[in-house]
Each structure stands twice: as C-alpha cells, then as structure tokens.
C-alpha cells in the first residue's frame, strides 16, 4: 500500500506526495496555504484518483509524456513526474488509482 506524505516546502507551504509501496513519488500536490487545506487535497486525491475520466495526458516540452489528476470542477490536484514512455505513464496512472484511495496520511513536518 502507498501513503500520502505532507511535508512543508521552504516557503512555508504545505504539500503532499503520493509514494507507491516502493517508495517512488507518482503524485506531487500544488503547495498550499494551510495544513488544513492540504488534507481537503489529498481526500480530493482520495476521491478522484480511481476515477480513469480525471486523467489529463499531457506531454512536456522535452517530448515526456506525464500526467494531471483534475477534481470534478477541472482543478489539478496534482502532477506526476516526468515519464520515459506512455507505457510507463500509464503504469503510473494504474498506480495512482490503486494507491489513492486507502493509503494512510503521514505528516513529516
């Protein structure tokens, strides 16, 4: 099982990543004013991550392919990193819909 990982940027906002069980991040959140804020973000991700309609594939302008995770309304609530192929994209976004729903929260701040 994954888990959400909130920590603080040096600027003092909050954000959270989405760890797969290996430890790699496959989700990053905007940064964000309160902790508060940041947990409504992350059961956003909760709530939208299994759903295969809130994927938006972009592809950079280096020609790597990633992935947005959008709320209903079409906000980001996070970004994936950079990837290889659209094969392995996609294994992220498999990853992402797996993970999200029931990976705990930890705070390392």
């Not at 099982?1 to 069980?21: C, D, H, I, P, S």
């Not at 990053?28 to 991550?49: P, R």
Request: hydrophobic share 40%; net charge positive; charged share 20%.
């Amino acid at each position: 099982m994954g888990k959400f990982v909130v920590t603080v940027r040096k600027n003092g906002e909050f954000q959270f990543n989405l760890k797969a069980t290996n430890g790699q991040v496959i989700l990053t959140s905007e940064g964000y004013n309160t902790k508060a804020a940041c947990l409504n973000g992350i059961e956003s991700v909760k709530k939208n991550g299994p759903l295969a309609e809130r994927y938006e594939i972009k592809v950079a302008k280096n020609g790597k392919p990633f992935f947005n995770l959008k709320a209903s309304n079409g906000q980001v609530i996070g970004a994936s990193q950079m990837y290889a192929s659209e094969r392995t994209m996609k294994a992220g976004i498999a990853s992402v819909m797996r993970n999200a729903p029931d990976s705990p929260v930890v705070e390392e701040i």
